[in-house]
């Protein structure tokens, strides 16, 4: 049975689909846009229905605020996305930046490839620069050390 079905692919010259071979085909530029589309869009889907249909409790205490005493980077996370999808971009700003940013990022990049793929003149897809990473890094190290500097000298 096996010898037949090897003569039929070889018959056909084909092989059988590789979604590995599929992707990697692709530069890095399209794959990433892949790799963002497909777990970006059931997780903004999520995190919408978490905005709008959770009600608001308050908030649980950050474990590394709880044992330093001082705000972990992703302190405000939370807050900053719920504002965010409420149209609140000023106060998500204010609450940790790196929301803002990653969510324009991701807007931009994968936007950009979705207007590319569906070939509207004189649009070319955003290319991956590592850049991009570095600047979120920074954005978040940088929103660490103003809120506890500020934290420290308005507190003692």
């Known amino acids: 049975m096996n010898g037949s079905r090897s003569l039929k692919t070889i018959k056909n010259n084909k092989k059988p689909f590789s979604l590995r071979e599929w992707l990697f085909s692709m530069n890095l530029d399209r794959r990433v846009f892949v790799y963002g589309l497909v777990p970006g869009v059931p997780a903004i889907a999520l995190i919408l229905v ?16 709880a044992l330093t005493g001082y705000y972990c980077p992703g302190c405000g996370c939370t807050r900053a996305v719920r504002s965010f999808f409420h149209g609140h971009f ?39 620069r590592y850049g991009y990473i570095y600047a979120g890094i920074v954005i978040l190290l940088g929103n660490w050390v103003i809120k506890n500097t500020l934290m420290f000298i308005l507190n003692h």
């Open 50 to 65: 978490y905005a709008f249909l959770v009600p608001n409790y308050g908030y649980s205490t950050c474990a590394f605020y």
């Open 90 to 128: 000023i106060s998500s700003f204010l609450y940790n930046p790196i929301v803002v940013y990653c969510m324009v990022m991701y807007l931009l990049y994968e936007g950009s490839h979705l207007l590319e793929i569906l070939h509207v003149p004189h649009i070319k897809g955003m290319k991956f």
